[in-house]
């Protein structure tokens, strides 16, 4: 018997009911992400309702994550608080109040990246959901502190009506052919998918090819992927190379002349959500977490055209090969390739 657990014995016989029923809340609440018995659903739900709240920090677009909040708050009658910034920022914004002792963030859920970096600062804790068996393994993280709940596909997307299907590039040295000149566009801060890509193509072979590229024929650097691919859609970028798969799939299925392809083996970085080590609400947290990863939660995804990690759902990626970037090689090597994306591209607009 612990400390923890000699104390609320001592006390058994000292405290009124309710009062010892809140001691013992207390001392699992912490706990209760990795707890596993049949009443794990029960529980979690009883104490979200007690709870009646809960703060994400997110990279999310509003209509995306408003979709997946939506169906949870109408599920278990749980209040959601959305602060919304770009993944840098929640970050940021994660880190600065962890370490001023300020807890305010129950779950975070961003990208993969900044995921990790939550993690190696300490700021989530561990669960074991049930769910995590439906999930591929790209998604699983070996410290269990966050989990990939879709994938940022990169693709390169198309203006339909400025370029033709038969035209479009197979290799990448398709992309010196001078009919692509102040046509090309790519987004700022995409030093994953550089190192993904020269991963299959080598780096040197890549780092020479596409300086050719660009000094040849030019490159747009724009800040923002949904920015890029509103271009795309514009025709101010003909042709960008680091679209997401699944705003591109919105965009389209809206009628926008938009439609994306893979040169090669399309590089994939999971998003992910994690539960706050000291979340205000830790029961609605942990539950919001169970739930994103569910296969109804999943399926909620799936419908805004993101690509799950849940085997159990269907989607036109499952037979495209991917390439998966690891979180944690992107942060150790993380100024290597930020240099060379910079190097190689600029800085951008």
Do not use: C
């Amino acid at each position: 018997m612990n400390g923890k657990s000699i104390l609320i014995a001592g006390l058994v016989g000292a405290l009124p009911a309710a009062a010892l029923a809140q001691i013992k809340s207390n001392a699992t609440a912490a706990e209760i992400g990795v707890y596993a018995g049949a009443d794990r659903l029960q529980r979690l739900i009883e104490g979200a309702k007690k709870e009646g709240e809960l703060a994400i920090y997110t990279s999310a677009q509003s209509d995306d994550m408003g979709a997946l909040v939506g169906a949870f708050e109408k599920k278990y009658g749980v209040k959601v608080s959305i602060w919304r910034a770009s993944s840098e920022k929640v970050l940021q914004r994660a880190v600065q109040e962890a370490r001023a002792n300020r807890h305010t963030m129950d779950v975070a859920e961003t990208n993969g990246p900044e995921m990790e970096s939550m993690h190696r600062e300490k700021i989530l804790q561990v669960v074991k959901s049930p769910h995590h068996a439906d999930l591929i393994a790209p998604a699983l993280r070996p410290h269990g502190e966050w989990v990939g709940t879709h994938l940022n596909v990169f693709v390169q997307a198309y203006n339909t009506k400025a370029v033709r299907k038969e035209d479009l590039p197979k290799r990448w040295e398709d992309l010196l052919d001078p009919k692509w000149k102040g046509k090309l566009g790519i987004e700022q801060e995409d030093s994953d998918w550089l190192a993904g890509t020269f991963g299959e193509i080598g780096e040197a072979k890549g780092t020479k090819l596409f300086k050719e590229i660009v000094a040849k024929n030019g490159m747009s650097v724009r800040k923002g992927h949904t920015l890029l691919t509103q271009l795309v859609i514009s025709g101010e970028i003909p042709l960008a190379l680091t679209v997401y798969n699944y705003k591109a799939e919105q965009f389209k299925g809206k009628g926008a002349p938009i439609d994306w392809f893979s040169i090669g083996t399309a590089i994939a970085r999971p998003n992910g959500v994690g539960v706050a080590r000291r979340a205000p609400h830790p029961h609605a947290a942990v539950l919001f977490y169970d739930f994103e990863i569910s296969e109804e939660g999943q399926r909620i995804l799936a419908q805004r055209d993101f690509v799950p990690t849940s085997k159990k759902i269907d989607t036109k990626l499952n037979k495209l090969p991917l390439k998966f970037v690891d979180a944690r090689v992107t942060l150790d090597e993380y100024d290597k390739w930020v240099k060379l994306y910079e190097d190689l591209f600029g800085k951008g607009q």
